[in-house]
């Protein structure tokens, strides 16, 4: 399409890409759908009267990578809270086992832990899909799994006898799953 500028003495033609393109990246698409007057929403039209789409395509894709790197550093950091407050509770578990603390202080330890690991297992599968949904497809899982690794649940004492009972705390394991999940590409 050509687009001529009123001040402008030529006019310049403009290459439109589909926004379903699949070789271009997410960021690319998405500035290219803030440049599309066809489409129109409540979020595209604020960002159409911050920056003139014709003129500063680079400068949305810019502002979209950078939003992107963002939302998944504070997915990052959620998921080492939580992996964190594992640790910590972990440890206080040790030092109550090694102190003789009672049965009813070690399980709200474990129930905390316990807690904190679901919560972890959670957020790095929220991390997984955010990844993936901002273009990291080949390998993300081994990739997320590897930096952000989750220890077991720790064991929940018997309340009659203060033997402790394993829980099992099962993972989905791939070889298990009949049709697999929205994880396998």
């Given at each position: 399409?050509?687009?001529v500028?009123?001040k402008?003495r030529?006019?310049?033609s403009?290459?439109?890409f589909?926004?379903?393109?699949?070789?271009?990246k997410?960021w690319?698409?998405?500035?290219l759908a803030v440049?599309n007057t066809?489409?129109t929403n409540?979020?595209?039209?604020?960002i159409r009267?911050?920056?003139?789409p014709?003129l500063?395509?680079?400068?949305?894709?810019?502002?979209?990578?950078?939003?992107?790197?963002?939302?998944?550093g504070?997915?990052?950091?959620?998921v080492?809270?939580?992996?964190e407050?594992m640790?910590?509770?972990?440890d206080?578990?040790?030092h109550l086992?090694?102190?003789?603390?009672?049965i009813?202080?070690?399980?709200e330890c474990v129930?905390l832990?316990?807690q904190f690991?679901?919560?972890?297992?959670h957020?790095?599968?929220?991390?997984m899909?955010?990844?993936?949904?901002?273009?990291f497809?080949?390998n993300n899982?081994k990739?997320?799994?590897?930096?952000?690794?989750?220890d077991?649940?720790?064991?929940?004492?018997?309340?009659?006898?203060?033997?402790?009972?394993?829980?099992e705390h099962k993972?989905i394991d791939?070889?298990?799953a009949?049709?697999?999940?929205?994880?396998d590409?």
């Amino acid at each position: 399409s050509t687009i001529v500028f009123p001040k402008a003495r030529k006019s310049f033609s403009i290459q439109c890409f589909s926004t379903s393109d699949t070789t271009l990246k997410s960021w690319e698409r998405s500035a290219l759908a803030v440049k599309n007057t066809d489409k129109t929403n409540k979020y595209l039209e604020h960002i159409r009267q911050e920056h003139d789409p014709a003129l500063h395509i680079k400068t949305l894709e810019d502002e979209l990578r950078g939003t992107m790197g963002k939302a998944l550093g504070k997915q990052g950091r959620k998921v080492l809270r939580n992996i964190e407050a594992m640790k910590r509770q972990a440890d206080k578990y040790q030092h109550l086992i090694a102190h003789g603390a009672s049965i009813q202080e070690i399980r709200e330890c474990v129930q905390l832990h316990n807690q904190f690991r679901k919560d972890a297992h959670h957020a790095r599968w929220e991390l997984m899909v955010q990844r993936q949904a901002v273009g990291f497809l080949v390998n993300n899982q081994k990739y997320v799994h590897s930096m952000y690794p989750i220890d077991e649940a720790l064991p929940m004492p018997n309340e009659e006898d203060g033997t402790m009972v394993e829980k099992e705390h099962k993972e989905i394991d791939s070889n298990d799953a009949k049709f697999g999940n929205q994880l396998d590409w």
